[in-house]
């Protein structure tokens, strides 16, 4: 079976981490043994990069927080993701480009075109075979991480238009490779409406 990557994208306390996790128990127990990773992160290299994006008090332009994103995200396309999908492994990654088209296009304002040649320069070209986007208001996503205590990081700190923009550009994502999935309060009710995209786009990962 050929390596299938799958990213999972959407705004601040949407469930993304929680829903990547689902799948990849879910997968695990039909016997597959996905290969996890997250953005920025998922190396060495690129979980420092995380640390200075998000956890340290840098005064970032726009295009610093972009290349810090890119430099991260070609770092694990080379490390993890392309040796996992050349095995024919499946790949789930908690966030992937998208998130740069939407936050530091849409959110910050770059230029798109600039922003796609950055990505495509990271990549390689590389997409996902699928994107799930988990759709929720941004007051959602909010007051979720407030009930669970989390301390808001660099980006999480950013207004809440930045965040509405971000919020727009998701809703807007389409494509062959983009699911739209409504991010529910009961997280096993959405996991059931994601692995029913995952599964109707690839049918023998469900057997």
């Known amino acids: 079976m050929s390596g299938r990557f799958i990213a999972l994208e959407g705004i601040e306390g949407v469930g993304k981490s929680t829903q990547v996790a689902l799948l990849a128990d879910r997968l695990r127990a039909l016997g597959r043994e996905p290969v996890v990773v997250r953005e920025p992160g998922g190396t060495p290299f690129a979980e420092e990069v995380r640390q200075l994006l998000l956890h340290k008090p840098h005064d970032l332009t726009a295009a610093s927080e972009l290349f810090l994103f890119q430099a991260a995200r070609a770092d694990l396309v080379a490390r993890i993701i392309r040796p996992a999908l050349a095995e024919g492994r499946i790949v789930l990654s908690d966030r992937f480009e998208m998130t740069s088209r939407t936050y ?53 700190r950013e207004s809440a238009a930045f965040h509405e923009r971000a919020a727009a550009a998701y809703r807007a994502a389409d494509g062959a490779n983009v699911a739209h999935v409504a991010s529910l309060d009961s997280a096993p009710a959405t996991h059931e409406a994601v692995w029913a995209v995952v599964a109707q786009r690839f049918p023998e990962l469900a057997r």
Do not use: F
Not at 112 to 127: D, K, N, P
Not at 135 to 151: C, E, F, Y
């Open 104 to 156: 530091q296009a849409a959110g910050r304002g770059l230029a798109l075109e600039q922003v796609q040649s950055a990505i495509a320069l990271a990549t390689g070209g590389l997409m996902p075979d699928l994107y799930v986007v988990l759709d929720a208001p941004v007051d959602v996503g909010r007051s979720r991480q407030a009930a669970q205590g989390k301390g808001p990081d660099r980006l999480e």
